[in-house]
Structures are given as C-alpha cells and as structure tokens.
C-alpha cells in the first residue's frame, strides 16, 4: 500500500493474507532488435507464475498476467515437486500448468488490443526443476546426488509443446541453467542485471529457492541454498514480515546469540531455529561466493536483491539479523523480476542476449555449498546473532 493505495502487490506492505506476486522489472529498451508482431516473456517460479506481453517493435510492456502456480497442490518447494514427479505426477503437474496459462493468454493479449496469433516470439525462465516439469523432462536424475540434470534443455520449442494449445505458436525460448539447482531463472537474472552496467555485481534471487551469482568481468561464480520456505512460512505477513520480526527481537535484545528466546514473540522457538538456519545458508554462500571471486565487499559494484523475498526484504533488517553483512548494505537495492526481465531483454534483443546467454552458460563456476569444505564452519559461524 502506498500513500494508502492498493497496488495491487502484497510485497508493498506485505497487509494482504494472499501471496506475493512481484511482476516488475527494469525495462531496457537501448540496443532493441525491433520487428514486427508480439512477445511472450514467462517467469515460471515455484509459488507463482508471471507473464509479460511486448511490443517486439519497441521493447515496451503493453500488459502483464500472474497467477499462483498450481503445481503447489504437489509441494511448496522444489524437492517435493521432484519428489511428486518421481512417484508418477510428472505429466499431471505438466499439464496443470498449460491449462492454467491457458486461461491468461486471451485476456494477456486482449487488454494490450491483439490477440494471440499476432504473438511471434516467447521466452521461458525458471529453475531446473521447474523448467523439467514444465518440458514434460523425467526428473529422477534431480533427486539423487549429484543432481545432474540428466537430460540437455533445448534452446527453442513450440510455446505449444510447453503450454498447450492456446492460439499461440510461437517459437519458445527455455533459458538454460547454470548448475543443477542454479536455473535458468537465474540465467535470465544476469541478462537482466547486466544492463545496469555494473562491473563487478552480486545477484541474489530469494523466492522459494535461493540462487546467487557474482559475475566479475569475463568470470561467474554461482550457488544456490534452500532458504525460501523458512522465511515464508514463519509468519503470516510473508518473508519481508518474518524478517522484519526477527530483526526486532535481536535490536531489542529478545533472542541471545545462540538465537534463544529470551521475552515475548509472534515466532516460536523452532520458527526462529528454522530462520536461522536459512539466513546462515544463504550468508555462507555469499561469503563463499565472493571467496571463489577473490574478492571482498570492497570490490563488489552493486548487489541486486530479486525475486519475492530478495524484493521485499528490509536491507536493514537483513544486516540485523546476519542475512547480509554490513559492507554491502549501501550496495544492495531491490532489482524487481529479473527472471521475468530477462525474458522481456530476450524478446527485445534475441540475438545479443543468445550470445551474453552463451557466454554466461560457459562461464560459470558452480560452487557447491553442501560438499564446499568450509560451508559447515560458515554455517555454524553465522548461525548466531549479534545481540
């Protein structure tokens, strides 16, 4: 709410008990490959599945469509909806999820005056696990160690193949991902966060998963943790609330450093175990992040919070509690849906960004915090609080 207006977006005041659904992102519309017609960008998260309607000729957003994903019936998070695809609902999931963006695409392409024949191009982002059920791609290799990916994810399909016959047939463009459970919503993040044209940046995409990268010049180093859930489920107000919660016990001396309870809170004690487990994981890969980079906060440009937490997140409140630490503080802003605003830089600019995509895939350097021999002694280590 702002100025005591609903905009729609829960992520604002975080008042509303529905989700949030973040569809914003940066447009760029500087070096366009302008042509005719209409384009699709999809960011297909865990909880909630947006879409944004282009003009190929401008790069301008004509309309936007969200909804909640239905794959949640199967599970909150990624590894329940492995699971669920292993035990025989792949193609049930699958096809919840066309005949749910077959409901949106008319009204899409009505409110910007068009309709779906005229849409020429799509782009597709999401996490791996996401954009395997999306392409109908068995998932056992995802629930096993190492957690390859076992099958290659094709550049383009017919938006039928993904979606279902909605009057769209369009070629599709399906990110690619970087590390098993680093996706190619993440992928789209960089492409996103590259036109802000800072050298040297970290992205943080906390929704229901967490995904991070730095890029450094020609380098890129990225991780992933599992920290959403923790911060969405442990209050009612969401993950900016939960935080924020969390925050005022440690200012005002409600919880001791080991993250006891020590006076009256809305949390339980395992809600607040369950929060320090998350914002230590995610801590530890940023400092593992940077370590892979041979760099400190010093020599970090700019660090872009994505995704429904990463957006809704207090940067004060995530240094108070240890999520962040305090040297990026005055680095970090909120950088919208750059899932989302990959896919529209992809429609404005396909054949620069199939090329910055390219190079980004052969860059990348996975660094793997459950096998990293330092991460149990960062998690430990920031697993407390600073009271």
Do not use: W
């Not at 230590?280 to 980079?293: N, P």
């Amino acid at each position: 709410m702002t100025g005591g207006k609903c905009e729609g977006n829960c992520l604002l005041c975080g008042k509303c008990k529905g989700f949030a659904i973040l569809d914003s992102y940066g447009e760029h519309t500087e070096g366009i490959e302008p042509r005719e017609g209409c384009g699709i960008a999809v960011d297909v998260g865990t909880t909630t599945v947006v879409l944004a309607l282009a003009d190929l000729a401008s790069g301008r957003c004509l309309s936007r469509a969200s909804f909640m994903n239905p794959q949640r019936a199967f599970g909150p998070d990624v590894i329940s909806r492995i699971g669920a695809a292993n035990d025989g609902h792949l193609h049930t999931m699958k096809n919840a999820l066309a005949e749910e963006m077959n409901k949106h695409i008319l009204p899409l392409t009505e409110r910007a005056g068009v309709t779906p024949r005229e849409v020429t191009a799509a782009a597709v982002a999401g996490n791996t696990a996401m954009t395997y059920i999306m392409l109908g791609l068995p998932c056992e290799s995802l629930g096993v160690l190492p957690f390859e990916p076992a099958f290659p994810v094709e550049p383009s399909y017919p938006f039928g193949h993904l979606f279902g016959e909605c009057g769209v047939s369009a070629p599709t463009r399906v990110f690619p991902h970087l590390a098993p459970f680093v996706g190619g919503d993440i992928t789209a993040g960089l492409l996103c966060a590259l036109q802000e044209k800072a050298g040297r940046f970290l992205l943080m995409d906390l929704g229901t998963n967490g995904e991070m990268a730095l890029r450094d010049g020609g380098k890129l180093a990225v991780t992933s943790s599992a920290a959403g859930p923790a911060f969405e489920q442990t209050c009612s107000g969401g993950a900016s609330a939960a935080l924020a919660e969390l925050a005022r016990l440690v200012r005002g001396g409600l919880v001791d450093e080991s993250g006891l309870l020590q006076g009256d809170s809305a949390f339980t004690q395992a809600q607040v175990r369950a929060l320090q487990l998350a914002k230590s994981a995610v801590r530890a890969g940023v400092e593992l992040l940077m370590q892979k980079a041979g760099v400190d906060a010093d020599g970090i440009d700019a660090v872009y919070l994505a995704g429904g937490i990463g957006q809704a997140i207090d940067v004060g409140d995530a240094v108070a509690v240890g999520l962040l630490p305090q040297t990026l503080a005055r680095l970090a802003r909120p950088a919208g849906n750059t899932s989302l605003g990959g896919a529209a830089r992809y429609l404005a600019a396909p054949s620069r960004s199939d090329a910055v995509v390219a190079e980004l895939t052969g860059a990348a350097s996975h660094v793997n915090l459950a096998a990293h021999p330092r991460f149990n002694d960062l998690f430990m280590e920031y697993m407390g609080f600073d009271v």
